[in-house]
T-cell receptor, first 112, second 110 residues
Framework: GQQLNQSPQSMFIQEGEDVSMNCTSS?????WLWYKQDPGEGPVLLIA?????ELTSNGRLTAQFGITRKDSFLNISASIPSDVGIYFC????????????FGTGTRLQVTL | SQTIHQWPATLVQPVGSPLSLECTVE??????LYWYRQAAGRGLQLLFY??????ISSEVPQNLSASRPQDRQFILSSKKLLLSDSGFYLC?????????FGQGTRLTVV
């Protein structure tokens, strides 16, 4: 099935550093979502974005809905060890039979 | 509040054996339901989705099938498992856009 381009694929960062990842699509989406998946568990919804240009925060996480509606960004400030996991973006468009399109994932590893 | 239950958590099955994974949702009506598969360290591959009882759409041709016998029940099945069916299977539900996932089933076909 269709997937979004998500980058970077993986990243090693030091504890306390800020993290940025992004997702791009050739299609316009009306909703952007960001998920985090811990090893052996299902993805958990972190942030939902509903309007182009929207900037939303959830604790140390901040996500933005791109103006073109074809991209989204997730930033994590002052990373901590429990931020380790795989982060997925997902896009949703009305009229696509309610399916979400998921990004390929960014694997985040934090070194102490 | 809505909850999603998926079981079993882990499963080891021999090649050629049948499979049945079950997923149920509580606290909502007429949810959209999904089955995803995830290979180790990889992304989410949508296998099936359903917008209502008895309505199943398949995303990729494969050795698996899905059924929705009740509004909040989604079942993933196979008549004869292949080695390539091993993976992490995730059930999810959504209302409009946001999807919420179960805890997953780790299937190992030996």
């Amino acid at each position: 099935g269709q997937q979004l381009n998500q980058s970077p694929q993986s990243m090693f960062i030091q504890e306390g550093e800020d993290v940025s990842m992004n997702c791009t699509s050739s299609s316009i989406f009306n909703t952007w979502l960001w998920y985090k998946q811990d090893p052996g568990e299902g993805p958990v919804l972190l942030i939902a974005l509903y309007k182009a240009g929207e900037l939303t925060s959830n604790g140390r996480l901040t996500a933005q809905f791109g103006i073109t509606r074809k991209d989204s960004f997730l930033n994590i400030s002052a990373s901590i060890p429990s931020d380790v996991g795989i982060y997925f973006c997902a896009g949703h468009s009305t009229g696509t039979a309610s399916k979400l399109t998921f990004g390929t994932g960014t694997r985040l590893q934090v070194t102490l | 509040s809505q909850t999603i239950h998926q079981w079993p958590a882990t499963l080891v099955q021999p090649v050629g054996s049948p499979l049945s994974l079950e997923c149920t949702v509580e606290g909502t009506s007429n949810p959209n339901l999904y089955w995803y598969r995830q290979a180790a360290g990889r992304g989410l591959q949508l296998l099936f989705y359903s917008v209502g009882i008895g309505q199943i759409s398949s995303e990729v041709p494969q050795n698996l099938s899905a059924s929705r016998p009740q509004d909040r029940q989604f079942i993933l099945s196979s008549k004869k498992l292949l080695l390539s069916d091993s993976g992490f299977y995730l059930c999810a539900w959504s209302g409009f856009a946001e999807a919420f996932f179960g805890q997953g089933t780790r299937l190992t076909v030996v």
